[in-house]
């Protein structure tokens, strides 16, 4: 992330703009968690709320239009902030230059009703990052700490303790050269020390208030690989160049995406580096901003919920399978039932043959044409009548287990069946419809319910994905068992065509039509083998019936059996569904994850 000096004073910039020249007072003052807290401000025209994070990743300053839930109870940072700084007034940003430090000077009220100055330290420094409030200066221009949002005692860091009643010690500078000190024939000693390295790091790595995006840019400018003498000036030139449009606040907030369309990273300078996707242009910083953090926010809650449900559904199916193969052993055994009846019969047929005492006899099959003989053992405490219900017993008892074992064998391959149908929904699928999926596993029993109530959800239900046909009739898709409970058996019209692969888990299709045109019936299909496990195989088989054919099968969501059905065979290219993936009617406003 590129949340560097240059961006923090193109959002200095922004608020000096947006809150100072309009008059804007401090309104309210929230602490959303431990590492984020949200200002409102009131002035002459409508101001939006100033977001602040000092997450290690996603520490940044912004406005922000994002909707936030309020903690009820405020943490003490934010009552002690509420107490010096509510109501005053914004009069004036320092930021040292080339940090990524902001000073928030605000105007407020003492006890006394005097005028003065507290100060609102905003650090964004990766995992160093922090918001300290300042008291006010004395004759010597220096701060006691009141507060801070992640305090920090001497056992931690003995040179700078961020604790109250402690002075207040600006962040250590680097160990770097700074370009605001550094003459021109210093940095020529310093590039020819450093000959044969590769530019973008060795600037990096000596430059102080640089991020790798700005050295690697001073490098492209200056079409410098490998640093070598005759760099020197042009490369000089170059700083020069960037630390002007610093100076001068020429920002082009940009964002950059990646081969997929989605953002990548953020910057304020029109790149010359080369880039692996397109860059998109913003008038603002902090709408850019916004973008992007929601963007790895969704992306970073996607990856921990997938991973979660991935572990839970993957070891639910492995105990599944590990119960088939025990069911099938046990089935296997009680196969026998049939030879216990034969042995129970053959000594009916044959008691005045069979001596008294045996262990063991040997008998002719009389239930086989040709000649075969069956060694039937024998308990010789009893008469070879017993032997014989002592057999017809162990056929009753092996043919009700076979009936009993057979059942759960049927409600385990239902059960895997479900479970690969829901492990398939997890796989390349967004935020939303992975809370779908949790919301199903926790509906099914697979994962308890929450123990506190949930918040109520601002969002609107997720559908299935719509889509128009090139005959322009409706094809609707879904995305997870949820979704395809609720297409077949609430929004499909008895008469509309179903289709789905054949054996395979996927997504339930419908066509919103009584006589669908064949070419639809073909790209729904194609769509069925698309949002299939089929998707990369050739002719996939997709069976499509009437949805009055298609019934409930068990309790699990999105499972069903059908019949009159027929079968057509599809080869899911992704360039014959082109045309009708452009019009998935689905309303996009973020990139997909």
């Known amino acids: 992330m590129a949340f560097d000096a240059f961006v923090l004073n193109a959002v200095a910039r922004e608020i000096e703009e947006n809150i100072i020249k309009n008059g804007g007072r401090l309104n309210r003052i929230y602490q959303l968690n431990p590492r984020e807290v949200l200002l409102y401000f009131r002035g002459e025209v409508p101001l939006q709320p100033l977001f602040i994070s000092i997450h290690a990743q996603r520490g940044r300053l912004n406005f922000t239009d994002r909707h936030f839930s309020h903690p009820l109870t405020p943490p003490p940072f934010c009552m002690l902030a509420r107490k010096h700084l509510v109501n005053g007034l914004l009069v004036s940003l320092e930021q040292p230059p080339l940090e990524r430090v902001l000073y928030l000077h605000f105007s407020v009220l003492n006890a006394r009703g005097q005028r003065v100055q507290k100060t609102l330290a905003v650090e964004i420094m990766g995992r160093h990052s922090n918001l300290v409030l300042l008291d006010t200066p004395d004759e010597e221009n220096k701060q006691i700490i009141l507060g801070a949002l992640k305090p920090i005692p001497p056992s931690i860091n003995r040179y700078r303790v961020l604790l109250p009643n402690h002075l207040y010690l600006p962040p250590p500078p680097q ?34 208030g640089f991020s790798p995006f700005l050295t690697a840019e001073i490098a492209a400018r200056a079409d410098s690989a490998n640093l070598t003498a005759a760099d020197a000036p042009i490369l000089w030139q170059k700083m020069q160049e960037l630390i002007e449009i610093y100076q001068e606040g020429k ?36 709408a850019l901003l916004d973008e992007f953090y929601i963007f790895q926010e969704k992306n970073e809650k996607r990856k921990t919920l997938f991973t979660m449900l991935s572990r839970v559904v993957e070891q639910t199916l492995k105990k599944n399978r590990r119960k088939e193969k025990n069911q099938l052993r046990e089935l296997a055994g009680a196969a026998k039932a049939d030879f216990y009846r034969q042995c129970g019969e053959l000594l009916l047929i044959n008691l005045k043959q069979i001596p008294n005492n045996s262990k063991e006899v040997r008998l002719k099959n009389a239930f086989q044409e040709k000649e075969e003989f069956i060694k039937i053992k024998l308990d010789p405490q009893i008469s070879p009548s017993l032997n014989a219900q002592r057999y017809f017993r162990k056929y009753r008892k092996a043919r009700q287990g076979e009936k009993k074992i057979a059942a759960q064998l049927r409600k385990t391959r239902r059960e895997i069946t479900y479970l690969e149908s829901v492990f398939f929904a997890l796989e390349k699928t967004d935020l939303g419809v992975l809370q779908e999926i949790r919301e199903e596993l926790i509906a099914t029993g697979y994962l308890p319910a929450p123990s506190k109530t949930p918040a109520k959800k601002t969002g609107k239900k997720l559908f299935p994905l719509k889509f128009v046909s090139s005959q322009g009739e409706e094809i609707l898709a879904g995305q997870n068992n949820l979704q395809n409970e609720h297409l077949v058996h609430q929004l499909a019209a008895k008469t509309d065509l179903w289709l789905h692969v054949k054996d395979l888990p996927g997504a339930h299709v419908v066509v919103k039509s009584e006589e669908p045109r064949q070419e639809t019936i073909l790209e729904a299909a194609l769509l069925a083998a698309y949002y299939s496990r089929g998707a990369h195989s050739s002719n996939v088989p997709v069976d499509y019936t009437q949805v009055k054919n298609v019934r409930r099968l068990g309790n699990k969501p999105g499972m069903v059996t059908y019949s009159n059905f027929k079968t057509m065979y599809v080869t899911p290219h992704r360039e014959k569904l082109q045309a009708i993936l452009n019009k998935d009617l689905k309303n996009k406003k973020q990139p997909e994850i």
């Open 251 to 286: 920002w082009e907030p940009v964002l950059f995406l990646d081969q997929k369309n989605r953002p990548a990273d953020y910057h304020v300078l029109r790149p010359a580096q080369p880039l692996p996707g397109n860059c998109r242009f913003s008038p603002s910083i902090s």
């Open 175 to 208: 160990e770097k050269l700074h370009p605001y000190a550094l003459s021109y024939e210093h940095f020529c000693q310093e590039i020819n020390r450093l000959q044969g390295r590769p530019a973008a790091r060795a600037l990096l790595e000596n430059l102080q």
